[in-house]
């Protein structure tokens, strides 16, 4: 999305919210082990829209997901109610949380509210439990939903890639539909990385599977200056150049676009030139297989971590970098003595001065976070899915739904 389009977009400070009730969905999609949550950082993006609302004398009635809804069962451990705690310390004000998704109970506490009040709906996807209502983005769910408020705000990044009730669907079906604060954050942090990058510009991808991650090397290898490829997924590249993997993760079924992207690019991608390797997927003593010419990982071994001339290599071409993209481990990060090379790369972007740094992704963000680098980057995607299927260069459903001024 280009900025000019972004500015076409009601944002939440366009919005009179007082006396209004106002729809709002965020993406508490947090941990929780055994009924406690064990990161709360994605309530803390969505605090700056809800307080907006409070201050502003609206009404605040926030949806969420939480996690995959397949079984009664599954609603003891995907409740709300958690995050309803958690967000009403956060406020330093009681938040209502109301038990259902839909009904005489949740209407009534509705009507109930004051101005500055704040109410919690149940887990959006306990509605998916008999027909899928939510992620199938149900019409008469939608138009439920949004008849429940006077405006709509959605910050909710991270489902801005799926086309459910929650999102889409109450957009369609109200009178002004607008973007929260995180939601304009996330657009032009990643519209920075995109559009006119300072440069050099250098992307590092990484993950298991090449076909969760393949657009995004293509859309960036258009982009960037340089592209670095880590993760089980470099090794369809280093077969479709012809070089012995071993047992390492590959896709066969990409081998002939990766060899595409090679002739097309060439010195644009960057592959690893070393492995930390095992021989089967758990924690073993690390070893690495050196920089052997030609490329080579034994038959019975497989590739675990980036070894340490790759990541020489990759620390090399980033120093260089005015803007770096970082999303995915270019290791086996579930286990201790392999995710020595994510540590590693997080370790040299964190030390880099100046320009223009972001990072998305589970994995990538954990490293980040366990070392303590968070303050020197730039930004930090709560995105996911979302966000790759931004950067790939998609309409993002949820985006696209927010109505234009």
């Known amino acids: 999305m280009e900025l000019k389009d972004l500015e076409k ?4 400070d366009d919005l009179k919210l007082e006396g209004k009730k106002v729809l709002i969905r965020v993406d508490f999609n947090v941990p929780i082990v055994e009924g406690k949550i064990t990161s709360i950082k994605r309530i803390q993006a969505s605090l700056k829209t809800i307080q907006k609302v409070i201050d502003d004398k609206g009404k605040a009635i926030i949806f969420s997901h939480l996690g995959r809804v397949k079984s009664e069962e599954d609603k003891i451990n995907k409740t709300l109610k958690p995050v309803a705690d958690e967000l009403s310390k956060l406020l330093n004000k009681n938040v209502i949380f109301v038990p259902e998704t839909r009904g005489e109970i949740l209407e009534n506490k509705i009507a109930q509210m004051n101005e500055g009040d704040v109410l919690l709906v149940e887990n959006t996807r306990f509605e998916d439990l008999n027909d899928k209502s939510e992620s199938k983005n149900s019409e008469e769910l939608g138009k439920y939903w949004a008849s429940l408020g006077d405006v709509f705000i959605n910050d909710a990044f991270g489902t801005a890639h799926r ?3 929650s999102n889409v669907g109450i957009s369609n079906n109200i009178e002004v539909a607008a973007m929260g604060y995180l939601m304009e954050k996330e657009i032009k942090a990643l519209n920075k990385v995109l559009v006119n990058p300072q ?3 250098v992307a590092v991808i990484g993950g298991a599977k090449i076909s969760d991650k393949i657009n995004i090397v293509s859309s960036l290898l258009e982009k960037a200056d340089k592209v670095l490829i880590g993760g089980g997924m470099a090794f369809t590249f ?3 150049l012809g070089y012995d993997v071993g ?3 590959l896709d066969l079924s990409k081998v002939e676009l990766a060899e595409s992207l090679i002739k097309k690019y060439g010195k644009k991608l960057i592959l690893p030139v070393d492995n930390a390797i095992g021989i089967n997927f758990e924690n073993q003593p690390r070893v690495e297989n050196g920089n052997t010419n030609p490329f080579k990982i034994n038959v019975n071994e497989m590739g675990m971590d980036i070894g340490q001339y790759t990541i020489a290599l990759f620390s090399s071409e980033l120093k260089k970098a005015k803007t770096i993209l970082w999303n995915g481990p270019v290791g086996i ?4 003595n392999f995710k020595h090379g994510t540590e590693e790369i997080a370790k040299t972007i964190s ?5 223009y740094k972001v990072v998305g992704g589970g994995d990538s963000i954990a490293a980040v976070e366990k070392l303590g680098y968070e303050s020197a980057f730039n930004h930090i995607s709560t995105g996911g899915g979302a ?3 931004f950067l790939e260069g998609k309409t993002l459903p949820g985006i696209a739904a927010i109505h234009d001024k």
Request: proline fraction near 4%.
């Open 199 to 201: 440069r050099p510009f």
């Open 333 to 336: 990060t579930e286990l201790d």
């Open 351 to 355: 030390k880099i001065r100046g320009g």
């Open 163 to 165: 086309s459910h009730a």
């Open 387 to 389: 966000s790759i299927e």
């Open 238 to 240: 280093r077969y479709a």
């Open 9 to 12: 977009k009601y944002r939440i």
């Open 247 to 249: 047992e390492s993760l």
